[in-house]
C-alpha cells in the first residue's frame, strides 16, 4: 500500500469513528449535530479520491498494456519480414539450384 492509501484510511477510520459516537450522542444533546456532518463529507471526499486513484491506476494500467501490445505487434511484423526474407532467399537457392541441375542434365 502506498503512504497516500494509508493516511486515507486512517482518517476515514477516525472520521468513522467520531461520527458512530456524535450519532449516538445526538439522542442525548441535540438532534441537528454539525460533527455527523463534517464527518460524513470526510469520508465521502476520501473515499471519492479514492475512487478516482483507483480510475487512474487503471488509466495507466490499460495505457501500459496497450505499449505492451504495440510493441509485440511491432516484434510479430518484424519476424515476419525476417521470415519471408529468408523464404524468398531459400526459394531463389532453390530456383538456381534446380536449374543448374537441368542444365547439367541436359548437357
Given amino acids: 500500500m502506498e503512504t497516500k ?3 486515507a484510511f486512517v482518517l476515514i477510520e477516525v472520521a468513522t469513528l467520531v ?10 444533546y441535540n438532534p441537528f449535530n454539525w460533527v455527523i456532518i463534517l464527518c460524513l463529507l470526510i469520508v465521502i471526499g476520501i473515499l471519492s479520491l479514492m475512487i ?5 491506476r487503471f488509466k495507466e494500467l490499460e495505457e501500459r498494456m496497450e505499449a505492451r501490445d504495440k510493441s509485440i505487434r511491432v516484434s510479430i511484423m518484424t ?4 521470415l519471408e526474407n529468408n523464404i524468398s532467399r531459400l526459394n531463389n537457392n532453390v530456383e538456381r539450384a534446380v536449374s ?3 542444365k547439367k542434365r541436359f548437357l
Fill in 5 to 7: 492509501d494509508i493516511i
Fill in 19 to 28: 461520527m458512530a459516537y456524535a450519532w449516538f450522542q445526538r439522542f442525548v
Fill in 52 to 56: 478516482l486513484s483507483i480510475n487512474n
Fill in 79 to 82: 519476424v515476419e519480414a525476417d
Fill in 100 to 102: 543448374e541441375i537441368n
